[in-house]
């Protein structure tokens, strides 16, 4: 029988705040463990919860950015449930009215466009963070997150495949990123997901029992978790057995996944209305307000600078990845103001490479983008040739200097002399009269190997464009 996945992805969202969800702790990630958690985290007797008007805002500037309904009155719950890094017994959370319902992203599958719904993203505050390691067979709780606030964005059942599921995730942390609502840092957890998955007989219009892979932090580990699922889920049902509606757990050493608990249904979180916070009314003055904070988001983006600069869809898709990357490209495009494709070229390729040799981001570039606009121009107005440009562009990453510093300090500056070039060619070919003579006999694919032999005579300086004019006048002689 023929299978089919069914997959839909519960992201979390941590929101960049400076202070919790509900209270006026600091919500600073990596601070000395259960410094960060006060007495309306723990909710102690007499505490009260107050709603961060940030995180709303965030929450909207989110949903305008997926085209999604804002909801102008929603409700928060309490979410029962009893686990040591939740201290109330119970998340604030929303339930039947989210702040931000009906989305939708588009993503790209190797050339084809395919629309991802998203049901609802909802507010809530974070659960506090179990540790396992160095604690003997023992766990540790670090409350410091408990009460951090999450986006929790939720799609439809819309993805087929594991491959479908991480370009969705991917996309939506470039959107979260460029919006600045989210630090996207998933090592410390601040972007992380929740895979619901089933398979069905192709061509059912019935769902599968689902099972609920919990808090998966990286895309490489979402993808081999589902193909993971899916496959055991397969083998089950292809062996007479049943799927268990559950929640699981990855083991990114083995490769599995593994039952942690039974999946919970909303009833048995036993939602209600919190007593102790008002409903969150959101008016239009105050969508107004987020909607004119919106940047213009990446799909904008790359599609201007195909239109507006001619790059291609590679090119537009790497500089416009992230805010920092694209606002680099435009302001070493407007210093340098050389030819879109050839500032491109060189960002996309040359200093990307450094970038991830590193393991760096764009703003942690020794090579600012002005420094890369002095090379590019000199590029440009052939100081020097493009082979050169990368021993440059190396020197100025080791902090020697913007690019006309490295080219006078190391003689670099490219022949265009066409005398010079010409005395060089003379003695090339006076040094080699047994390839002259095959060249000339018709040899012609030696023509390479005498540009070769200039080029290495003159240390890489001449001209390539005038050695090439100037050596087939010369051969031809």
Partial sequence: MDWEPVI???IHTQLLTKSKAFSGASATYGAVPNTQACAVDIALPGVLPVFNREAARMAVKFGLAIGAHINHHSVFARKNYFYPDLPKG???SQYEIPVVAQGKVTIEIDGQEKVIGITRAHLEEDAGKSLHEDFHGMTGIDLNRAGTPLLEIVSEP???????AVAYMKKLHQLVVYLGICDGNMQEGSFRCDANVSVRPKGSEKFGTRAEIKNVNSFRFVEKAIEYEIERQIDLLESGKTVVQETRLYDSDKNVTRSMRGKEEAMDYRYFPDPDLPPLVIDEPFVADVAATL???PDAKRARFMKEFGLSPYDAGVLTSTRAMAQYYEDALAASKADPKLVANWIA???????????????E????????????????????SGKIAKDVLAAMWDG???????????GLKQITDTSAIEQVIDEV???????????RAGQEKLFGYFVGQVMRASGGKANPAAVNELLKKKLAG
């Fill in 400 to 410: 020697e200097g913007d690019a006309d510093a490295v080219i006078e300090k190391k």
């Fill in 90 to 92: 119970y998340q604030i």
């Fill in 295 to 297: 940047p213009e988001l």
């Fill in 349 to 363: 390729s040359e200093l990307s490479g450094y970038l991830n040799r590193d393991n760096r981001d764009i703003g």
């Fill in 8 to 10: 839909g992805l519960e």
């Fill in 429 to 439: 070919m006076a040094k080699n009269p047994k390839q002259l003579e095959q060249y």
């Fill in 158 to 164: 819309d993805l087929r495949s594991a491959k479908e």
């Fill in 365 to 384: 570039s020794p090579v600012t983008a002005q420094m890369l606009a002095g090379l590019v121009a000199r590029i440009a107005d052939d100081t020097i």
